[in-house]
């Protein structure tokens, strides 16, 4: 994985929990969905680069 894609990854995770908190902060449940889903896109992305680092290995 190369660290332009971790660094994409973690700016991804960390707009989602952001997005999270503000969904939460104004009882917006749309936003606070759109929030775990960046995040777990960002989980996805992370697992597939994991398995592609691997089976270069």
Do not use: F, I, P, Y
């Amino acid at each position: 994985m190369s660290a332009t894609d971790k660094a994409k990854n973690k700016v991804e995770d960390l707009a989602g929990k952001a997005k999270e908190a503000v969904g939460k902060a104004t009882g917006d449940r749309s936003t606070e969905a759109e929030g775990k889903t960046d995040q777990t896109k960002s989980d996805l992305k992370g697992a597939g680069e994991k398995v592609k680092d691997a089976l270069r290995d």
